[in-house]
């Protein structure tokens, strides 16, 4: 017997009351509310730096860091493993609630959709609070007071070789595996730990550095890591700083140090990058120093080569056999990683992020570091 005008009408208004009761729609709010945070950061500096990155995100990001850094393993890496799986799950108990009650198809779909969107909305609500406001933050000079401008030839060339000679220096005594490339002397975890008291020693000169967080965590999958060309990531969600461990070891310390600088709110590749050299340069560890110098080494190099090829040979002859050995193996390491389907894509991705948060350069941002090494330098010689 078909339903008549009224039953229908009931059976409509009943969808929508029951659409109503859902106890998560109020988590549509978050979208809205993300938007104006994102807003007020880019037409508003004030309140991502002062009001935000320095208050609220130092407040709940040490707290939240401090639960998860009790965790021996990276529960981000963890929580992505298991990620399709909790998809597969939701979908085993909604779809034969979908198949037994025939009648309320209609209304079940509606709220699983809402659901979804409800997820999405609190995922990027997260994401805008936990990182994407960072990006329209003061810039880490203003805490450095340097002056950034255009840099000639001559200093890029200068600025290489005094980093190449500190390398050269630091190498000298550092271990060695049997085929002369650096090997740690420390595990992984005492390192992490020499890297925690880099960051007290060097938040005695940039307190805008200093808080109570946890060591790095290794990523347990690194070799299925750099398949994706990343050393590292900051993961936001679960407020922790991960490290890929099975590249080449003088690497490890400085990537440390980066993702350590994201977990306190310095979000911009370039600025991470610089943060870390002066934090490996401020530990008394010399193999940490070591890292600190050679990745701030390979991104003057590359600059210089860009700027002056023969001005690059010419500073790389200086190299010593020792580092000039590291650097080869490195190479190595990553010539399996090139131009697969899956580097390939993670670069794409990877540079439409960065172009999309505040970071116009893409992936060539993580260059720009040079300009702060350079400002540094100019400041140290007496130069500005």
């Known amino acids: 017997m078909k339903k008549n005008a009224g039953e ?30 994102l807003l007020a950061a880019r037409y508003w500096p004030y309140f991502a730096e002062v009001i935000y990155a320095q208050n609220l995100f130092q407040w709940f ?21 298991l990620a399709p799986f909790a998809v597969l799950g939701a979908l085993v108990l909604w779809i034969p609630g979908m198949v037994r009650h025939r009648g309320e198809r209609k209304l079940r779909l509606a ?55 500190e390398a050269n220096a630091l190498r000298e005594e550092l271990p060695e595996d049997e085929n002369g490339v650096y090997r ?15 960051y007290q020693n060097i938040s005695e000169d940039y307190p805008i550095l200093s808080g109570n967080y946890p060591a790095p965590k290794a990523v347990f999958f690194s070799s299925q890591m750099s398949k994706t060309q990343l050393t590292g990531i900051y993961t936001c969600f679960t407020m922790e700083a991960n ?35 002066l934090v490996c340069g401020a530990s008394e560890n010399p193999e940490v120093r070591y890292s600190g110098v050679m990745q701030a080494l390979i991104h003057t190099g590359n600059a210089l080569y860009a700027r002056n090829p023969d001005l690059y040979y010419e500073a790389r002859a200086g190299y010593s056999e020792k580092v000039d050995r590291d650097l080869r193996a490195n190479s190595l390491y990553w010539a399996q990683f090139e131009d697969t389907v899956i580097s390939n894509t993670t670069d794409r991705l ?3 992020y960065l172009k999309a948060n505040n970071q116009e350069d893409g992936v060539q941002s993580y260059g720009r570091m040079v300009d702060l090494l350079l400002a540094e330098y ?7």
């Not at 229908?8 to 945070?37: H, M, Q, S």
Request: glycine share 8%; proline share 2%.
């Open 8 to 37: 229908k009408r009931k059976l409509r208004t009943d969808g929508f009351r029951g659409l109503c009761r859902l106890k998560r729609l109020w988590l549509l709010a978050l979208f809205p509310l993300g938007v104006l945070f």
């Open 61 to 81: 990001s040490q707290g939240i860091s401090a639960v998860t850094g009790l965790l021996p393993f990276s529960l981000a890496e963890w929580l992505i493993l």
């Open 111 to 165: 709220q699983g959709m809402i659901h979804v969107v409800c997820t999405a909305c609190v995922v990027y609500f997260i994401y805008v609070t936990g990182c994407g406001i960072q990006y329209y933050r003061y810039p880490f000079s203003y805490f450095c007071g340097f002056e950034v401008v255009p840099s000639t030839q001559e200093e890029l060339y200068a600025l290489c070789c005094d980093l190449r000679d």
């Open 184 to 198: 740690m002397s420390m595990s992984i975890r005492e390192l992490g730990e020499e890297v925690v008291l880099a």
């Open 243 to 277: 490290v890929n461990v099975d590249v080449s070891h003088y690497s490890i310390a400085s990537t440390m140090c980066h993702e350590e600088a994201h977990l306190r709110g310095f979000i911009r590749e370039d600025e991470a990058n610089y943060i870390a050299w």
């Open 350 to 352: 990877n540079d439409a």
């Open 378 to 384: 100019r400041a140290r010689e007496g130069l500005q």
